[in-house]
């Protein structure tokens, strides 16, 4: 099961601005280790991920052996570089984020144009591990490296109309090859309920297995929602907007029948055209029980008092 | 210059076509040996043995119409092992499906046939496949006699099955279905005698009183 650290086990020190202080000191280190001085941190101007320096480890963790780094980052989907499972990693090899930039807009008190270093820095960044499971039926479980989105959307004050975020993929089909085929209306989009998206479970994902988002999953910075099906998670964010209707998603606006605006791991409620109720854990040969809200019911279950799954989809 | 009708009548042709047709199944085995099947094994092997199982129905039925438009005769002679590596190819396909996603499990499987389309169109098309293998050599040609080609035309249902198939499991990049889907209906609407259904058309209306 899920080991959440008490916030007293956190030392002081980690959540303080000097451990801040300290993480830039490493991504510093790291960048001229590196010997390229564009580097002013991690996430800035790679094409291939780096080590981030300082991190909480093991925030959350988890009883199951990690998917292989290696399956991680060449099994993805990721449409705007390509619909084949290994068409992102080949595809995005040259996808830069440089000075990536997120519009924040909607019903809050500190809209505007953010860097995403500017939003990440007062937090410490945090290593959680989670399962993924993908709408497909296959699952993997990583360790991801963010900040809890809850502290990101604090931070921008949010007004009481605010009862949805809704988020935006980057739209360029210079730099993202596969929105150049309209297999989906580009530009991605996707969408939390204000409750999911404060809930501490919530993670706005830098990094994974200890360094940079690899372009393929997602860099500079994606979403992370592990009760949700994949898809959920959208990745190279650039705009979060406060919104006071449900936003429209971009797989429920292909098929709504087949996907909803929630999306919740659900093995007792089938996606129209294939069972949900088994999943192929990366790296299995055989199919195990899909858990509800993939296994984290305990922390998320209570958003959903009331509502009937089965049309709530 | 080399001669490929004399290539075709030659009597390695056979055997030569016979090899050629473990090819893609032997890839996967010798790919699976050094590990370079992907993140996701069953989901690779799976996809590409059904991609082959179409790919040999397409090249299967395309072989009436090569001999009509290029005079190919001689072509027709590799059809039956054609259409068993079809049956081949889809039992394998069927085999890892059962095995793979459902371990052995009958009544899950038998709800997943029921349930969901894409399965069901695949499911069929399997089991129309079992009489037409079962009936291919040359003693049961001679017994069913015009039955048999009678019989032998559920391969058009076959197709159309397969299509759907790939079809309906798709989310959202049509084009590799798309693609078997247009050639798969060409090589059928080939078999079409519009002719003779035009004809009878007019046929028809030239017979009505003036």
Redesign the interface.
Known sequence: MIKIKKLSDIPSSEITPESVYHQRRAFMKTSSMLGTALLLSPWAGVSASVMIGDYQKNVITLDEELTPE???T??NNF?EFG?G??DPARNAKDFTTDDWMITVGGACEKPGEYSLEDLIKPFAIEERIYRLRCV?A?SMVIPWLGVPLASIIKSLQPTSNAKYVAFTTLHDSQRMPGQK?S??RWPYREGLRIDEAMNPLTLLAVGMYGKTMPNQNGAPVRLVTPWKYGFKSIKSIVSIDFVEEQPQTTWNM?GPREYGFYSNVNPTV?HP???QKKE?R??D???RPTLMFNGYEEEVAHLYDGMDLRTNY | MLDLSKMLRSSFAKPVLFILCLVPISALVWRAFYGDLGANPIETITRDVGDWTLRFLLITIAISPLRQWFGWTVILRFRRMLGLYVFFYAFCHFLIWFVADHSFDFSEMLEDIIKRPYITFGFSAFLLLVPLAVTSNQSMVRRLGKRWKQLHRLTYAIVMLGVLHYLWQVKADYLEPGIYAVIAGLLLLQRVDFKKWFDARTSVQSSKPA
């Open positions: 290696e399956d991680a060449s099994y449409y619909t499972k290994t497909e296959w085929r297999v989906l292909e089938d055209r294939w069972s192929r990366i790296g040969i055989f199919k």
